[in-house]
């Protein structure tokens, strides 16, 4: 249901639940000071309750209303990526609920670039906790109608048309003395994060993985990171090769089922339906969930995904990709 900004602006004010557009994908939103707004959130999107939640916040200056510390690298990180697809994790101050952040000592935070949003954090008032509005482990929505599909009719949405950047934003945690370290790719990548610091990622807490898989004594987590994450109903396979992509698409059909792809790039197609993006990483992200929500609503048996080069570049759709195919 399209609810205009004046309604989403009283419906949060009253407690309630509202998907927004951001620049990355939609969110589920709600007043971040508001407890039984945030359960909801957990409720409609089936998430357990030990995944906080990012604070999208109007102005680098509410920063001090959340964070105990803002050290002078995430000021500088602010500084260039604000407003935009970055979120900082930060030491919370301890007036911050607990359901927000997950129980977690930290709380992530991010001045989303989308004039919507801009305008419905402005007109509130209120700062707003938002996880992108989907079931848990199913596919990010970037359009009014993708949260419609998975969330159901019935759900408020602001309509703020198709998201521009496409996957979910970068997530970078700053440590009070200024240590920091890339929890998810995004578009902005770990170089340009690098660049503004001015100092590489902590070494012993670097690479997402090996804090997924061994979480251990004061490493910050990435709750919400595990592999079964972004999935599309229909199986999916990803292909490092077209030729093998296309050679499998030969086999499923052989066998009496359907298939369906996705490319990167020009060059040879497989006999079922495709979807083509360019070979550029900003145009893949901005339309790769919008094409898996078109493949998967084929209802074929399985899904083919040719996977872009293995390149800093491409880190964010790779990652992705890898967790949409298990
Ligand atoms: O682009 C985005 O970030 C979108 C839009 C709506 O802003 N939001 C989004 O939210 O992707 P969500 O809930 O789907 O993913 C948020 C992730 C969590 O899964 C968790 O990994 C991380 O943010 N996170 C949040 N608070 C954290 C914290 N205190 N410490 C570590 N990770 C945190
Ligand atoms: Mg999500």
Not at 49 to 78: S, T
Not at 224 to 240: D, E, I
Request: aromatic share 4%; proline share 7%.
């Amino acid at each position: 249901m399209r609810i205009s900004l004046d309604e989403a602006a009283a419906r949060l004010k009253s407690g309630e639940v509202v998907a927004m557009p951001t620049e990355t994908v939609y969110g589920l939103a709600a007043d971040a000071t508001n407890d039984a707004a945030l359960q909801q959130i957990f409720t409609i999107k089936q998430r357990p309750a030990d995944h906080p939640l990012i604070v999208h916040i109007g102005d680098m200056r509410q920063v001090d209303d959340w964070a105990a510390v803002f050290p002078d690298v995430a000021v500088k990180l602010a500084q260039t990526f604000w407003p935009g697809a970055l979120t900082l994790v930060l030491p919370a101050r301890n007036h911050v609920s607990q359901v927000v952040r997950g129980n977690e000592p930290t709380i992530a935070l991010r001045v989303p670039n989308h004039p919507v949003a801009l305008a419905l954090l402005k007109l509130s008032g209120l700062s707003v906790a938002a996880p992108s509005a989907n079931l848990f482990t199913q596919l990010s929505p970037t359009t009014a109608e993708h949260v419609e599909a998975g969330l159901g009719a019935a759900m408020p949405v602001l309509d703020g048309g198709a998201c521009q950047v496409g996957i979910e934003s970068t997530i970078v945690s700053v440590s009070a003395d200024g240590q920091w370290q890339l929890l998810r790719p995004g578009m902005i990548s770990e170089a340009d994060i690098a660049r503004v610091t001015g100092s590489p990622q902590h070494a012993q807490l670097a690479g997402t993985d090996r804090i997924l898989t061994q979480p251990a004594l004061n490493v910050p987590k990435a709750p919400g990171q595990h592999a079964l994450h972004y999935s599309p109903r229909t199986p999916l396979s990803l292909f490092k090769d077209k030729a093998a992509l296309i050679h499998e698409s030969e086999t499923i059909v052989q066998a009496g089922l359907q298939c369906a792809a996705l490319l990167i790039g020009a060059g040879d197609k497989p006999n079922c339906t495709v979807i083509q993006l360019q070979n550029q990483p900003a145009q893949v992200a901005e339309q790769l969930y919008s094409a898996l929500h078109t493949l998967d609503a084929l209802k074929v048996d399985r899904l083919l995904v040719e996977l872009p080069p293995d390149t800093p570049a491409w880190a964010a759709v790779l990652d992705r990709l890898s967790r949409a195919g298990g």
